[in-house]
C-alpha cells in the first residue's frame, strides 16, 4: 500500500485527541477533548468542509480548534523514504473586534501555541522523522492573527468564511519510511 500523506497527517491529528492528564498538563491543553478537528485540500476546499460540518447537526459548532493540510503536498521520493515538504494551518474561531494583544492573550497563546507544540511531538511519535535538530523539523512558523490576504493596512480578504487567528507551518520538511510494496 502507498502512503497517503492526507491519511497520515489526520492520524497525527487524531492523536492529539482525548489526551491523557499526564500530555495535557504537558502542553497545557484540557484532558479528554475531541479536537482538534482535521481538513485538507486547497484552502477554498478546508474553507467549503469546515462550512459544512459546521452547517450539520452532528457537528454543529464542532469545527474549531482545527489542523488543516494544504495541498498539493510535494514528495521527493530517494530510496525507501519520502521527503515531503508540506503547509500546515492550525485554525481557532476569532473576534472580529480583537486587537493584535488580544489575539495574543485569548487564542494565540492559549490554544494554538499548545497545538503547535503537540502537533510537532505528535509528528515525531507518528514515526515522522527530518534531518537536523531532533526537536523539532525544519519549518518557518507564522503567528496569523485575523488570518486574511494582507495589505499594508489591514486584511483585503479573508481565506476563510470565518473569523480566524492560526499559525502556519510553512515548508515543513519531514520524511516518512514508505509503506509501498
Given at each position: 500500500m502507498i502512503t497517503v500523506i492526507p491519511d497520515e497527517i489526520g492520524e497525527v491529528v487524531a492523536s492529539m485527541r482525548n489526551l491523557s492528564a499526564k500530555d495535557a498538563a504537558k502542553f497545557g491543553i484540557t484532558a479528554g477533548l475531541e479536537s482538534p478537528y482535521?481538513?485538507?485540500g486547497h484552502p477554498i476546499d478546508i474553507n467549503r468542509q469546515m462550512i459544512n460540518r459546521d452547517k450539520e447537526l452532528s457537528t454543529k459548532g464542532k469545527v474549531y480548534p482545527a489542523v488543516a493540510l494544504r495541498l498539493p503536498a510535494i514528495e521527493e521520493h530517494v530510496g525507501g523514504l519520502v521527503h515531503y515538504t508540506l503547509n500546515i494551518g492550525i485554525f481557532e474561531a476569532t473576534e472580529l473586534d480583537y486587537d493584535a494583544p488580544e489575539r495574543y492573550e485569548n487564542v494565540i497563546k492559549p490554544i494554538l501555541n499548545p497545538l503547535y507544540e503537540l502537533f510537532l511531538d505528535r509528528l515525531k511519535k507518528h514515526g515522522f522523522t527530518w534531518s537536523g535538530h531532533m526537536?523539532?523539523?525544519?519549518?518557518?512558523?507564522?503567528?496569523?492573527?485575523?488570518?486574511g490576504v494582507e495589505e499594508t493596512q489591514g486584511n483585503k480578504a479573508y481565506l476563510f468564511t470565518n473569523k480566524l487567528d492560526a499559525i502556519?507551518?510553512?515548508?515543513?520538511?519531514?520524511?516518512f519510511k514508505s509503506k509501498q510494496c
Amino acid at each position: 500500500m502507498i502512503t497517503v500523506i492526507p491519511d497520515e497527517i489526520g492520524e497525527v491529528v487524531a492523536s492529539m485527541r482525548n489526551l491523557s492528564a499526564k500530555d495535557a498538563a504537558k502542553f497545557g491543553i484540557t484532558a479528554g477533548l475531541e479536537s482538534p478537528y482535521y481538513f485538507y485540500g486547497h484552502p477554498i476546499d478546508i474553507n467549503r468542509q469546515m462550512i459544512n460540518r459546521d452547517k450539520e447537526l452532528s457537528t454543529k459548532g464542532k469545527v474549531y480548534p482545527a489542523v488543516a493540510l494544504r495541498l498539493p503536498a510535494i514528495e521527493e521520493h530517494v530510496g525507501g523514504l519520502v521527503h515531503y515538504t508540506l503547509n500546515i494551518g492550525i485554525f481557532e474561531a476569532t473576534e472580529l473586534d480583537y486587537d493584535a494583544p488580544e489575539r495574543y492573550e485569548n487564542v494565540i497563546k492559549p490554544i494554538l501555541n499548545p497545538l503547535y507544540e503537540l502537533f510537532l511531538d505528535r509528528l515525531k511519535k507518528h514515526g515522522f522523522t527530518w534531518s537536523g535538530h531532533m526537536a523539532t523539523p525544519p519549518h518557518t512558523k507564522i503567528d496569523r492573527p485575523l488570518h486574511g490576504v494582507e495589505e499594508t493596512q489591514g486584511n483585503k480578504a479573508y481565506l476563510f468564511t470565518n473569523k480566524l487567528d492560526a499559525i502556519e507551518l510553512i515548508s515543513l520538511k519531514i520524511n516518512f519510511k514508505s509503506k509501498q510494496c
